[in-house]
Nanobody, 125 residues
Framework: VQLQACGGGLVQTGGSLRLSCLAS????????VGWFRQAPGKEREFVAA????????YYADSVKGRFTISRDSAKNTVYLQMNDLKPEDTAVYLC???????????????????WGQGTEVTVSS
């Protein structure tokens, strides 16, 4: 399975973007699908995820209420709608998937085996 993330760009503070993560060569099915981000000089951090294809999303506290993860199974795509963007949201955003990950590891990037190439988000102040 290959993942491809897209939708990044340059926006002003308060703006919105929608990122997409498309799976090819397979389907997400019951995978745990997550979004992570990595800013220059910082560690990769968890943003949002669906665990094992479930309907309950997980969010980092820093994005709760502003970001929404969703999916379209017919299009084999997971989205990250980002509203009220702030300069501290600037990062490369990556999507990841794993079919064996346990619930307690949902926020741990090291537990995901499949990664997309990342899409850059820049929020200007």
């Amino acid at each position: 399975v290959q993942l491809q993330a897209c939708g990044g760009g340059l926006v002003q503070t308060g703006g919105s973007l929608r990122l997409s993560c498309l799976a090819s060569g397979g389907t997400f099915g019951r995978a745990t699908v997550g979004w992570f981000r990595q800013a220059p000089g910082k560690e990769r951090e968890f943003v949002a995820a669906f665990f094992r294809g479930g309907s309950m999303p997980y969010y980092a506290d820093s994005v709760k209420g502003r970001f929404t993860i969703s999916r379209d199974s017919a299009k084999n795509t997971v989205y990250l709608q980002m509203n009220d963007l702030k300069p501290e949201d600037t990062a490369v955003y990556l999507c990841a998937a794993d079919w064996r990950l346990i619930m307690s590891s949902t926020r741990l990037s090291r537990e995901y085996d499949y990664w997309g190439q990342g899409t850059e988000v820049t929020v200007s102040s």
